[in-house]
């Protein structure tokens, strides 16, 4: 601990946001750049705590370890830093991004003051490492012989892909979509992690060893046979892609799309590519609503404004967060608060409506005009189950002019059509994929990491899958493993 007095010398200080004119014209990151010494002073306010839920099941699921890394930023030590940091997180370029940092909920200075900025100081230790050449292709000196497919390129595939090549296996991943990077290609959009980001790393790993095989739809256009004759073992990380619906009369109409038809399309158009009219899905001078009050809801926001909408309205059935961590949320649990994104502030005024319940959607020649919602009260929860009901406030129906609707309510589970159901694999009560404690599935040498078997999560919590899922085939390849066990999965 360098700066023992640094948390009550040095306030919280984070990167601020480029004008809302300036950035609602591009597809860019949000923020400024900030000073180097800036981020060292926030590196300076960790307290080294004795005990440092940051990096508690609480905190980071990776384990990372945080208090360490922090002291070497402030003590100007960048390359040790980057050193220890990716002995436990594979892509801190990622989650430095798009993390929405549990750690720092749970850091104990966060009891009396804001936290410790550890997010931006993890990403700035990732670009200090890009910029200085530290981050070169190291590929491994000697291989295995052992082959490994791993089924899709998102967060946790990449991290299982990049933890057995290191191994020595001869690891390859196949992508359904034609680039590679999952969601953080085809799911975030780029004013949150511009791709360069995504390719950057796609492509020292490639300088690794790592084979990619994009447009390879396992179950589809690519038997799942054809892996597990192929392959020593086989990894599935093709995450929880089944939306959930909202089955109300008018659901059919045209104009109604899920969000995740919507984001791929912007971000292909930012790679250049030309989306046919016939499928195009655009916001541009249009009402529209978005019917969730989550992350991706805020995704279909922002790029509703930079497409040029009209007006924007956000739908969300639960009710609106407190300002302050309510007394059944203590810390060091994720605070359960408001808080306002860059989305949000690019949209000059709160556009969501909480407790509201989408009732019928209506239009005109097929195409959808109107929605139709009321407000909504929740109960008092049940004793035994803990479950709230739901009624409608009598007289709060209203109507909304809308030509494109966003369903943007999570996921539910899996895809099982084509490759779960081709190696019929068994599944969980949520419909996840079901495997045991080692990440097996019921199929012998098949794995399954990320969100398929966890169910929708975090990028860290998916890292952290794929490097445990890698792991458990290390050592069922070889018989044993020198790779680090995630402890909190």
Known sequence: MGAVKGFMEHPRETPKSRPVSERLKDQTEVYEPFPLEKYQEQGARCMDCGVPFCQSDTGCPLGNAIPDWNDMVYRDKWEEALSLLLNTNNFPEFTGRICPAPCEGACVLGITEPPVTIRN???????????????????????????????????????AADQLNHAGHTVTVYEKADRIGGLLMYGIPNFKLEKRIVKRRIDLMEAEGVIFKPNSHVGVNLPGKELLDNFDSVILCCGSEKPR??????????????????????????????????????????????????????????????????????????????????????????????????????????????????????????????VHAVKIQFGEPDPETGRRSLEEVSGSEFTLDVELVLLAMGFVHPVHEGLVKEFGLNLDGRGNVACDQKKMTSVDGVFVAGDMTRGQSLVVWAIAEGREAARSVDEYLMGYTFLPHSEFL
């Not at 292709?137 to 990449?158: C, D, F």
Request: aromatic fraction near 6%.
């Open 121 to 159: 100081i993890e990403e700035i230790i990732a670009e200090k490492g890009f910029e200085n050449g530290w981050m070169q292709p190291n590929p491994p000196k000697k291989r295995t012989g052992k082959t490994v497919a791993v089924v899709g390129s998102g967060p946790a595939g990449l991290a």
């Open 245 to 370: 619906d909202l089955p109300v009369p008018g659901r059919e109409l045209d104009g109604i799309h899920f969000a995740m038809d919507f984001l791929p399309q912007q971000n292909k158009r930012n790679e250049g590519d030309a989306i046919p009219e016939d499928i195009s899905i655009t916001a541009k001078d249009k009402n529209v609503l978005i019917i969730g009050g989550g992350d991706t809801g805020s995704d279909c926001l922002g790029t509703s404004l930079r497409q040029g909408a009209k007006k924007v309205h956000q739908f969300e059935l639960l009710d609106q967060p407190p300002e302050e961590r309510a007394s059944n949320n203590p810390w060091p649990q994720w605070p359960a608060v408001m808080y306002t994104t860059s989305s949000h502030e690019e949209a000059q005024e709160r556009v969501t409506k909480y407790n509201i319940s989408t009732q019928k959607f209506s239009g005109k020649d097929g195409q959808v005009t109107q």
